[in-house]
């Protein structure tokens, strides 16, 4: 009779005894950029990981390439002056380097949002390190975006009188009000996003609670929100946030 468990440590002394992996941090990101016109620094990071990565004597180079599937175009979306990375073992073998997304002649929100494409190849170095079959590649979607300043002190009016709430920027276009006002006791984050005027409530405080809605910004500067529910604890409900100033 053959036992699971060795089988099990058959497959934990095969990681161990693997190669170290090259690849991004991070598979997909959204590259949110505010379309003004100016050149925008965007910032990747590579690594290496795995089981033998602290023993790795030497560096590790590798180039960046542009995949063919990429929609983003050179020269209109985007400029990557950064081909050849170098990660070193004094350095923890990690690197960032910048891509530059171009924001000029972009009027949002786009019907397509540009996608970039960038690879990791002809791996050297580190001691047998060779590319993350999972990060070798980065899928960067540009999300062009309209100017967008909707940070400051707000009032809404409840039946209990007003509330007070204060909204920061996070990222452009990307929003924490400091005080869910529907839910006892209040003070919980939420957040919300702002596309051209066009809001979207992303999330809330705890994230085991999906939170959704919608709204719009108003000429007065004023913010109305319908449907706003944080799901199986508020229901649906309407309001609308106004300058304190």
């Known amino acids: 009779m053959t036992s699971c468990l060795v089988?099990?440590?058959t497959a934990i002394d095969d990681y161990d005894?693997?190669?170290n992996l090259v690849g991004f941090t991070d598979g997909k990101v959204n590259a949110s950029v505010t379309a003004d016109g100016e050149d925008k620094a965007y910032t990747l990071t590579t690594e290496v990981v795995g089981p033998t990565k602290n023993e790795i004597t030497e560096n590790v180079t590798f180039d960046i390439s542009v995949d063919a599937a990429s929609t983003a175009e050179a020269g209109v979306n985007f400029e990557l002056s950064t081909t050849s990375v170098t990660l070193e073992p004094g350095q923890n073998l990690i690197k960032s380097f910048p891509i530059t997304i171009l924001t000029a002649g972009f009027e949002p929100p786009l019907e397509t949002d540009p996608v970039l494409i960038l690879n990791v190849t002809n791996v050297t170095g580190?001691?047998?390190a060779i590319a993350n079959g999972r990060t070798r590649q980065i899928e960067i979607t540009i999300k062009y975006?309209?100017?967008s300043d909707l940070a400051g002190d707000y009032i809404v009016e409840t039946g209990g009188g007003p509330v007070p709430l204060v909204v920061t920027m996070d990222a452009p276009?990307?929003?924490t009000v400091d005080n869910l006002f529907l839910v006892t006791p209040a003070g919980f984050d939420w957040y919300f996003s702002d596309?051209?005027?066009d809001i979207e409530v992303t999330g809330f405080e705890d994230s085991s609670y999906d939170m959704v809605g919608t709204g719009v910004v108003n000429e007065d500067g004023s913010i109305t929100f319908t449907g706003v529910d944080l799901v199986t604890i508020t229901g649906p409900q309407n309001f609308t946030m106004f300058p304190a100033n």
């Open 17 to 19: 005894q693997g190669p």
């Open 195 to 197: 596309t051209c005027g």
């Open 126 to 128: 580190g001691n047998g």
């Open 145 to 147: 975006l309209c100017f």
């Open 7 to 9: 089988d099990d440590d």
């Open 173 to 175: 276009g990307e929003y």
